[in-house]
């Protein structure tokens, strides 16, 4: 075994927790920054062996990366290994001057911005601290330290978003020119809060959903991006893949580490989580042991299957011999019929229509 190639590294703080998120958070906890991050290199060092020699990819994700006190968050950073993509994600009102320099010193070439939306009533909706003003400050801000690969996430389905409010969101990302955008569907996890406040209206908006994700797809690629991957788009340029090279590894099917309370791995045919005890990660990585953890055994069949989701979520197209395990002959000559996929030299695709309907197509397809 070579190595995974792709590194993830969890930081859990936030400022505050937002009603639809469920991911795994700590609010606040400025005295556990410090030692997590202690726990976070433990962990790392103890799976050492697991990660190849070179790394293609490391991806701070959150929680808040940008909200761990500066001294922890520079210490992990100079603290990882060497990586071609190095991201880190960064809510907009946590951008200064000052936490820019500190990540470009410390190896980050690519910011990961949560925009979410520009428009005032929504981002009240979502509970987002940021403003409108905030997220382009972070942008002239990641700029000026030099940064030239930059995201931009969006949320679409908002409760009490109009067809209207959406457009305007883009046109401000289109404004802002960014290296690459994300546009997911809200998804509000039953039983939450957030169902709870707005679930008529999420209700509602499930029904604009198709037609707001004609809209994205329309007004970014209009915009010049290359609409790469079910949610994500990026700027062509020569010179540089501007596609999530670490997202991509995990549509292509590679493997990956992952480190942090409630992190996942998958290496070859075993799959595991950190339970998310931030208490439990942090006690039994000071005591040298490895955190408990979730172990999942994937079969051959789930590994076929998940091969065949993640890939044709990809503008690109995968060789057939790659997917006739997990491919229904039956629904692909159906869908075929239907022009929802294309298959070419032997290879599949799904074509624009297909794609607009990705799930139902890829459904069709599985055996």
């Not at 909706?125 to 030239?148: H, K, Q, W």
């Not at 969101?169 to 039983?191: C, I, Q, R, T």
């Amino acid at each position: 075994m070579t190595g995974a190639r792709h590194l993830y590294v969890h930081l859990p703080f936030c400022a505050h927790r937002c009603g639809y998120c469920d991911f795994v958070t700590a609010v606040g906890r400025d005295d556990a920054h410090g030692p997590y991050v202690d726990a976070l290199l433990a962990e790392l060092e103890l799976e050492r062996d697991l990660l190849a020699p070179e790394l293609d990819t490391i991806f701070l994700g959150g929680g808040t990366p940008t909200f761990t006190e500066p001294r922890a968050l520079e210490r992990l950073l100079a603290a990882l290994p060497a990586a071609d993509e190095v991201t880190v994600e960064a809510n907009p009102e946590t951008v200064t001057p000052d936490l820019a320099t500190l990540l470009r010193r410390n190896r980050v070439n690519r910011i990961s911005l949560g925009a979410q939306s520009f428009q005032p009533q929504l981002l009240e909706v979502l509970e987002r601290n940021a403003t409108a003003d905030a997220v382009r400050a972070a942008v002239d801000i990641v700029r000026s330290a030099g940064f030239d690969n930059v995201s931009l996430d969006l949320i679409y389905g908002i409760p009490g978003q109009t067809r209207d409010d959406l457009e305007r969101d883009l046109e401000e990302v289109l404004a802002l020119a960014p290296e690459h955008v994300s546009a997911y569907e809200l998804e509000a996890k039953p039983g939450t809060r957030f169902t709870h406040a707005h679930g008529a209206e999420l209700e509602r908006q499930r029904e604009a959903m198709e037609s707001y994700f004609e809209c994205v797809v329309a007004v970014l690629v209009a915009g010049g991006y290359r609409w790469y991957e079910t949610a994500n788009f990026c700027r062509r340029r020569p010179d540089h893949d501007l596609r999530a090279q670490h997202n991509l590894g995990y549509w292509r099917g590679r493997d990956y580490v992952g480190v942090g309370v409630g992190a996942v791995s998958t290496i070859g045919a075993k799959r595991w989580r950190n339970a998310p005890s931030l208490a439990g990660y942090v006690g039994a990585l000071s005591r040298g042991e490895r955190p408990p953890r979730e172990p999942e055994e994937l079969s051959a069949a789930t590994r076929e299957t998940e091969r065949l989701m993640l890939a044709l979520r990809l503008d690109e197209p995968v060789p057939l011999a790659d997917l006739v395990p997990a491919l229904d002959p039956a629904g692909l000559q159906r869908v075929e019929g239907l022009g929802l996929v294309s298959r070419t030299d032997g290879e599949l695709a799904l074509t624009d229509r297909g794609r607009f309907l990705g799930d139902a197509v890829t459904a069709a397809l599985l055996a």
